[in-house]
């Protein structure tokens, strides 16, 4: 059964950084695109950014592009996303969400076949 298991949200201030970790387990991976995606309350689930498990070829949201970055650490079957110089707009619940043989472009949810239970980020301005 695949698990995927977020941490590290929190509250952060506008400039501020977070790293948010996703833990995997059940399966091997090496197959899988892995994504984050937020959802903002009375807003619909959003594309952050996602990577390859196997390749490591990254794809961003443009309203993300410079400041998240989307790393993953095979030994320890973990997906990471950096945020850095937080905005108030950036605030919502951060999913992690896996899609086997999916292209890292792919930023249409119910593409994705497992989600994490979600992690909270609040920015205060």
């Known amino acids: 059964q695949v698990q995927l298991v977020e941490s590290g949200g929190g509250l952060v201030q506008a400039g501020g950084s977070l790293r948010l970790s996703c833990a995997a387990s059940?399966?091997?991976?090496?197959?899988?695109?892995m994504g984050w995606f937020r959802q903002a309350p009375g807003k619909e689930r959003e594309f952050v950014a996602a990577?390859?498990?196997?390749?490591?070829?990254?794809y961003y949201a443009d309203s993300v592009k410079g400041r998240f970055t989307i790393e993953r650490d095979n030994m320890k079957n973990t997906v990471y996303l950096q945020m850095n110089s937080l905005k108030p707009e950036d605030a919502a619940v951060y999913y992690c969400?896996?899609?086997?043989?999916?292209?890292?472009?792919?930023?249409?949810?119910?593409?994705?076949?497992?989600w994490g239970q979600g992690t909270q980020v609040t920015v205060s301005s």
């Open positions: 059940g399966r091997a991976f090496s197959d899988y695109t």
């Open positions: 969400a896996a899609d086997k043989y999916g292209s890292v472009a792919n930023t249409v949810p119910n593409k994705y076949d497992y």
């Open positions: 990577i390859s498990w196997s390749r490591g070829n990254t």
